[in-house]
Every structure is written in structure tokens, then in C-alpha cells.
């Protein structure tokens, strides 16, 4: 059965240092591996797709890895506005997208 | 300005009491989806639809249907709605399947 698993479920980090968010997944043949961010009362915002492995995407301080079995979301120097959830989706042969639980980051200045 | 807009936002409702939940998009996006949110279990898919006319079951399809008979149009229809069906829904539209999607602002629903 597809799933997808995010790591750690909550992550507290002091402004400036520099952390990795976990996804591992198993899907029948992956279409797409997707990184959001959500802020609390809104829609998933979204930050990078991923679509084979040994690819990465970065944008300002985030960057994200792909191997075959999981992805990594790189902070680096996480600043407080950075606090939100993410996280991770993936798209498998079958069309169907599945979502990990998340993992919330708090961010101390 | 692009969006996904959902309506309404808030909803609170009796057990059987039919609902729909409008969904509509300004992209000219061919895929739509609905997710709905409950703590601990993140986004599962309800149901999707890869262009008109076309729609596909999801991860938790029981109790909701779905129509797209226009591109911009999504919505989803609780028929008999339960309490189990509490939750917080979001539609999100892509240009295509593997694309990356664009979210609506969601919908809480609370059935009693």
C-alpha cells in the first residue's frame, strides 16, 4: 500500500539553526514528490516539486532532496517567520495524491 | 489575481440534511481535487477529476460525490451527511495531474 511518513511530527529550532524535515514514501511508480507550507486557517501554499531522484529545488533558505525512497526539506538559518507546517505529497501511477500527517516547525527568534 | 475560491467557509449542519460545497477555479486548470483535514491523519483524498466529465475516486470517497460539468467547477456533494464527516475541506485545482496544485482557503463543516 502507498504511504508517505513525515518526521518529526513537531520541530522547535532557535532562530539560525539550521534543520532537515523528513519524508519517506512507497508508491507504485512516483509521478511527483510535492513540499508545502501551511499556516494555520489557510490552504497548503505550495513550495517545491520533486519528480526523480538525485533532483533538488532550492528557494531562499529552503532546499529539498529526492532519493528514491525519501525526500529532505533543508532550513537553513530559519528565521520566526518560518514557523508553519509542512508538508509533503506524493503522486503515484494511479493519479491518486497522498499527503503525510505534516511536520510543525517553531521557530524561537 | 489567480485562486481557488470555496464557499461557504463555515457550516454547521444537522445529520441528513443534504449539502454541497462549491469549488471554483480561474486558472483554466484540467485537474481538481477535494481533500478534507482532520488532526493527526493530515490531507486524504476524497476525490479528483482529471479534466470535464472525468472524476476518480480517492482515498476517502464514501459519503461524497463529486460533478464537473464545467472546468472551472468543482463540487462536492454531501447527499446524507454524518458526523464523522466533520472535518476541514479544501479544493485545490493544477494544470495538470503532476503539477503543482493551488489550494482554496477551506471549508469547516461541522454536522451534528
Known amino acids: 500500500e502507498d504511504q508517505v511518513t513525515q518526521s518529526p511530527e513537531a520541530l522547535r529550532l532557535q532562530e539560525g539553526e539550521s534543520s532537515s524535515l523528513n519524508c519517506s514514501y512507497t508508491v507504485s511508480g512516483l509521478r511527483g514528490l510535492f513540499w508545502y507550507r501551511q499556516d494555520p486557517g489557510k490552504g497548503p501554499e505550495f513550495l517545491f516539486t520533486l519528480y526523480s531522484a538525485g533532483e533538488e529545488k532550492e528557494k531562499e533558505r529552503l532546499k529539498a532532496t529526492l532519493t528514491k525512497k525519501e525526500s529532505f526539506l533543508h532550513i537553513t538559518a530559519p528565521k520566526p517567520e518560518d514557523s508553519a507546517t509542512y508538508l509533503c505529497?506524493?503522486?503515484?501511477?494511479?493519479?491518486?495524491?497522498?499527503f503525510g500527517a505534516g511536520t510543525r516547525l517553531t521557530v524561537k527568534p | 489575481e489567480a485562486q481557488v475560491t470555496q464557499n461557504p467557509r463555515y457550516l454547521i449542519t444537522v445529520t441528513g440534511k443534504k449539502l454541497t460545497v462549491t469549488c471554483s477555479q480561474n486558472?483554466?486548470?484540467?485537474?481538481m481535487s477535494w481533500y478534507r483535514q482532520d488532526p493527526g491523519l493530515g490531507l486524504r483524498q476524497i476525490y479528483y477529476s482529471m479534466n470535464v466529465e472525468v472524476t476518480d475516486k480517492g482515498d476517502v470517497p464514501e459519503g461524497y460525490k463529486v460533478s464537473r460539468k464545467e472546468k472551472r467547477n468543482f463540487p462536492l456533494i454531501l447527499e446524507s451527511p454524518s458526523p464523522n464527516q466533520t472535518s476541514l475541506y479544501f479544493c485545490?485545482?493544477?494544470?495538470?495531474?503532476?503539477?503543482?496544485?493551488?489550494f482554496g482557503d477551506g471549508t469547516r463543516l461541522s454536522i451534528l
Open positions: 505529497a506524493v503522486q503515484a501511477q494511479d493519479n491518486d495524491m497522498r
Open positions: 486558472m483554466n486548470h484540467e485537474y
Open positions: 485545490a485545482s493544477s494544470l495538470a495531474a503532476n503539477q503543482p496544485q493551488h
